[in-house]
C-alpha cells in the first residue's frame, strides 16, 4: 500500500475524529501541522458549519469544510457548495415530523438552526452539535434563512422510531440514518460524496490520491470515492463492509493512527 500518493484527506467527525466526548486530539493537530504541506484536508460532516469551525477553529484557513451532509461546503472563506431543501418540501414535512412519537426536529439553516421544542434535556444535548440556533415558536415560520436540511433527533434509535414514518420520501428527498439517534432530510444531491466529488474535481485530485474515514451511514458516498477508504474500529456493519481498510476506534485515534503512517511515508 503507498501512501505516499495521498493528496486529500477525508474525515467524518462524530464516532471518526472526535472521541466519544466530542474532542478532537492534540495529536491531531501536531499531525496536522505537519501534513498541511503534503495534504489537503477535509472535515465532512453532518454537524453545523459552525460547529465544525469550533471544533478545528486552529486550522480553519488551511482546510475544506463540507457541513450538513453535503449540503454545505466552505474552502477557507469560499464557499462552493449550498445544496437548499426547497421550501414547499419544508412545509410539507414539518406537520408529518411534529406527529412523530418522540422525535425532535432541528431546520439546519446556513446562518442558523432552528428548534420549537424548549425540552430542556434535547437544548443541552443539541447544544453540543450546534453552535448557533435559535428557539422559535413555529418552525414553518422561519423563511429568512437558506435551509439546508431538516434533523430529527429520537433519544433511543432514529432507525426504528424515525425512519420507517419517512422512508416513504426517499424517491423525493434524500432520508439519510446518520447516527444512533440523527436522521436527515435533504435535496437528493445534499450528500458527502456530492461534495466530495465537486471539491476533487475542482482539486484535480483523483480517487487514488483520495484517503476517506467514516463510521455511519451518511458516510458511504464519500468512502465510495476513495481508494484508501477506512472504516472505523467502532463503525457500523454496512460501512465496514463498504471501506477497504479499518483503523483503531475513534477512543483510539484510529484516524491519528493512519495519519501517522501517511506522514511516515511522505517524509
Known amino acids: 500500500?503507498?501512501?505516499?500518493?495521498?493528496?486529500?484527506?477525508?474525515?467524518?467527525?462524530?464516532?471518526?475524529?472526535?472521541?466519544?466526548?466530542?474532542?478532537?486530539?492534540?495529536?491531531?493537530?501536531?499531525?496536522?501541522s505537519e501534513l498541511k504541506n503534503h495534504i489537503h484536508f477535509v472535515a465532512a460532516s453532518g454537524r453545523q458549519y459552525h460547529s465544525i469551525l469550533h471544533k478545528l477553529d486552529a486550522i480553519k484557513e488551511d482546510i475544506t469544510i463540507i457541513a450538513e451532509n453535503g449540503g454545505y461546503?466552505?474552502?477557507?472563506?469560499?464557499?462552493?457548495?449550498?445544496t437548499e431543501l426547497p421550501s414547499d418540501k419544508i412545509q410539507q414535512l414539518i406537520p408529518l415530523i411534529r406527529k412523530l412519537n418522540g422525535g425532535y426536529a432541528v431546520l439546519c439553516g446556513k446562518e442558523s438552526a432552528y428548534v420549537e421544542t424548549t425540552d430542556e434535556a434535547f437544548i443541552s444535548l443539541f447544544d453540543e452539535y450546534y453552535t448557533k440556533y435559535e428557539i422559535v415558536g413555529d418552525l414553518?415560520?422561519?423563511?429568512?434563512?437558506?435551509?439546508?436540511k431538516i434533523a430529527i433527533y429520537h433519544f433511543e434509535s432514529s432507525e426504528k422510531h424515525i425512519y420507517p414514518s419517512?422512508?416513504?420520501?426517499?424517491?423525493?428527498?434524500?432520508?439519510?440514518?446518520?447516527?444512533?439517534?440523527?436522521l436527515d432530510i435533504s435535496h437528493p444531491n445534499a450528500n458527502k460524496g456530492y461534495?466530495?466529488?465537486?471539491?476533487?474535481?475542482?482539486?484535480?485530485?483523483?480517487?487514488?490520491?483520495?484517503?476517506v474515514f467514516g463510521d455511519y451511514n451518511n458516510d458511504l458516498e464519500m468512502l465510495a470515492l476513495a481508494h484508501y477508504s477506512y472504516?472505523?474500529?467502532?463503525?457500523?456493519?454496512?460501512?465496514?463492509?463498504?471501506?477497504?481498510?479499518?483503523?483503531?476506534?475513534?477512543?483510539?485515534?484510529?484516524?491519528?493512527?493512519?495519519?501517522e503512517q501517511l506522514l511516515k511515508a511522505k517524509r
Open 1 to 32: 500500500m503507498d501512501l505516499s500518493k495521498v493528496k486529500l484527506v477525508v474525515t467524518d467527525m462524530d464516532g471518526t475524529l472526535l472521541n466519544s466526548k466530542h474532542e478532537v486530539s492534540t495529536k491531531f493537530f501536531d499531525l496536522f
Open 73 to 82: 461546503a466552505k474552502q477557507g472563506d469560499h464557499e462552493f457548495m449550498l
Open 140 to 148: 414553518s415560520e422561519v423563511t429568512t434563512d437558506d435551509i439546508l
Open 166 to 182: 419517512l422512508k416513504h420520501l426517499e424517491n423525493e428527498m434524500k432520508i439519510k440514518i446518520s447516527g444512533k439517534n440523527w
Open 195 to 211: 461534495a466530495l466529488q465537486h471539491l476533487q474535481k475542482k482539486l484535480g485530485i483523483s480517487q487514488e490520491e483520495t484517503m
Open 231 to 259: 472504516a472505523m474500529e467502532n463503525a457500523i456493519p454496512n460501512v465496514k463492509k463498504a471501506a477497504r481498510f479499518e483503523t483503531k476506534s475513534n477512543n483510539d485515534e484510529g484516524v491519528e493512527f493512519i495519519l
